[in-house]
C-alpha cells in the first residue's frame, strides 16, 4: 500500500517523460486548403474575405492569437459582455467536496476557501471560454492545497502534446506532464483547442463601422440622418450653396445652418423615424451571433421583450452550457487536487479508492 502511494506521489511531483521541444505542425489547414483543390476545383486565393479572415487567425501561433483575443475582449463591449454574462451565471453554481468523513471533507472545504477556490475557477473559466483550453498549476505541499495558477501562452505555456494517453505541456522551454497540472480543451485536434472568438472575426470590422455610422449621425442631428427635399425652382448658386453647406456637416460636431432663400428653394429636413430602430436591429443580430459562436445558439438578445416560453428556453441553453464547462473544471479538480490530497491526509482512503467527490451546488439565495 505504502509503495503504491509513494509512487503516484513521485508521479505529481516530477517530470515524467520528454517530448521534442518542436511539436508537428498541425495540418488541418494544409488538409482543408488540399480538399478544396481536389473536391471542389476551388482556388484557395478565391476564398471569400471571412474564410480568409478565419482561416489566417487559426494559422497564428498561439501567443499571437491570444494577444489578438485580449484585445478584441478588450475593444468589444458586446463580446466582453457576453463573457462576462456566462461567467456571471456560473457564480449561481459553487463547487463543494463531499466525504462520508466529516471531519476530512470540512478540512479540504476549508482548504479551498483559503486559497480562494471561487476566484481562481473565475479565472480558469475566463481562459477556457475565450480561448478554448485551460491550464493551471496544482501546488500542493505539507499535506493541503497551496495554490493554483492559471497558465495561458501569454505565461509561457508553448506546447501541448498527447503522448501515450499523458499530455505533456512545454512551459518556458521544460516539459511537464500533466499530472500536476489541470488542463482541458475543447476540440482535440487543434493544440490549444479552438477560441469562439476566432468565428466573430470577420462581423468585428462591420460592427465597429456600425458603431461609427451611429456615432457620427447621431452626434450631428441627434437623429441617425436627414432627408433633404427641395422643389424644382432652385439654381445653379443655390445647388453650390447647399452643396458647400453640406459638406461642412462631414464634421460631426458641426451642426446645420443653412441660410437659403425661401422663394427660390424649400428646403425641408425630414427625420426618418425607424432608422435608429434599423441600427438597434443591427447590433442585436451580432449580439446573437456572438452567443452562437460561444456554443449557446440564438439567444439573449439585449434590451428586447419576448414571451415566457422564450426566456426560458434561452435560460435553459445558458444553463447547460455553463454546467458543462463547469464539470470539465469538477472533473479535473477531483483527479489533479482530490486524489493527491487523499494519498497526502487519508492514505487508507486511497487505497481503497475512498476519494470522496466534488459536487457542483447551486448557491444558496441569502436573504438581507
Known sequence: MIYKILEYLKNITRNKGKIQTETKKNNLLTDY??????NLNYNPANLTETS?????????????????IRTIIAQDIFIRTAVNEIINYTKKYELVYFHQDKELEKKINDNFKAIGLEDKIEEILYNYITLGY???????????????TPITALDGLQHIQLVNNTYHLQIN????????????KNDRYYEFGVSPIGALLPYILNHYLLLDTININIGRFGKPFVLLKTNKTFNENIRNDLI??????RNPYVLPAMVINEKEVNLEIEYPEDILKSFLDMIDYYIKIIYMAFGIGETLSVGKGGS???????????QQFSLKVLKTIRNQIQLKIIKPL????????????NLGKVEIVMKEVKEE
Open 173 to 184: 522551454d521544460k516539459i511537464y506532464t500533466e499530472n500536476e497540472f489541470m488542463f482541458d
Open 33 to 38: 486548403y488540399q480538399f478544396l483543390l481536389n
Open 308 to 318: 415566457y416560453a422564450k426566456a426560458r428556453v434561452q435560460e435553459d441553453m445558458l
Open 134 to 148: 485551460f491550464c493551471a498549476h496544482v501546488y500542493i505541499k505539507e499535506n493541503e492545497l497551496k495554490d493554483i
Open 52 to 68: 480568409k479572415i478565419i482561416i489566417d487567425f487559426l494559422a497564428l501561433e498561439q501567443e499571437r492569437k491570444e494577444r489578438v
Open 244 to 249: 458647400n453647406e453640406i459638406q461642412k456637416l
Open 342 to 353: 487523499i494519498a497526502f491526509n487519508k492514505e487508507d482512503y486511497f487505497y481503497t479508492n
